[in-house]
């Protein structure tokens, strides 16, 4: 299955401090995606990193792809309040749609 | 906003009720899809539309009836649903469905069966 599996599935920090989650597949594919969703809302992407990439930044975001092991992590830093949300990744072949995992909550306490 | 809007935002349904959902995106896209996305369980591809024809039905159940009138528009036809088919409803759309690319998601329609 193309489905990404996150871990931990929950995770609660303080404020300032970097938050990491990790996402675990098992086909080959041609990118993964990270997403964010807030509570009872809709999903927003936040990064895709290609097959060929190994590392990827965005702002407090730092994405690393491992396709030998098949493995991604996602690192906020100095995180904030406003970060608690769930966190997903879908990693996507060439032809498959994305498929879900059941994600990381992530809490950051002021 | 991310151009994708879908109302209602919420609805509560009885059982015999007919309702639908609605979905509009206004990014120029190709491909929309419907997701279900029920508490504890990972979020659930339900339809697949690209170039207005339906390529994907993930073995969902004949009271959910998807119609795709435009690229810009789908909606969600529900008829004698069950309670457990209360969740968040997600529209999402992407520029082109095997692509690369995003997908861009709605705020989702909570619904409740009752």
């Known amino acids: 299955s193309q489905q990404g599996e996150e871990d931990p599935q929950a995770l609660s920090i303080q404020e300032g401090e970097n938050a990491t989650m990790n996402c675990s597949y098992k086909t080959s594919i041609n990118n993964l995606q990270w997403y964010r969703q807030n509570s009872g809302r809709g999903l927003v992407h936040l990064i895709l990193?290609?097959?060929?990439?190994r590392e990827k930044h965005s702002g407090r975001l730092r994405v690393t792809l491992d396709t030998s092991k098949k493995s991604s992590s996602l690192l906020i830093t100095a995180s904030r309040a406003a970060d608690t949300a769930s966190y997903f990744c879908?990693?996507?072949?060439?032809?498959?749609?994305?498929?879900f995992g059941k994600g990381t909550k992530l809490s950051v306490k002021p | 906003e991310t151009g994708v809007t879908q109302t209602p935002r919420h609805l509560v349904m009885g059982m015999t009720n007919k309702k639908s959902l609605k979905c509009e995106q206004h990014?120029?896209?190709?491909?929309m899809y419907w997701y279900k996305q029920s508490a504890k369980k990972p979020l659930e591809l339900m339809f697949v539309y690209s170039l207005e024809e339906r390529v994907e039905n993930n073995s969902v159940p004949s009271r959910f009836s998807p119609e795709c009138p435009n690229s810009s528009h789908l909606f969600l036809h529900l008829h004698t649903l069950q309670p457990e088919d209360s969740a968040l409803y997600l529209c999402?759309?992407?520029?082109?469905?095997?692509?690369?690319?995003?997908?861009?998601f709605g705020p989702g329609t909570r619904l409740t069966v009752l």
């Open positions: 879908a990693p996507r072949g060439s032809q498959g749609n994305l498929i």
């Open positions: 999402a759309s992407s520029q082109v469905r095997t692509g690369p690319d995003e997908q861009f």
């Open positions: 990014l120029g896209h190709n491909a």
């Open positions: 990193i290609r097959s060929n990439e």
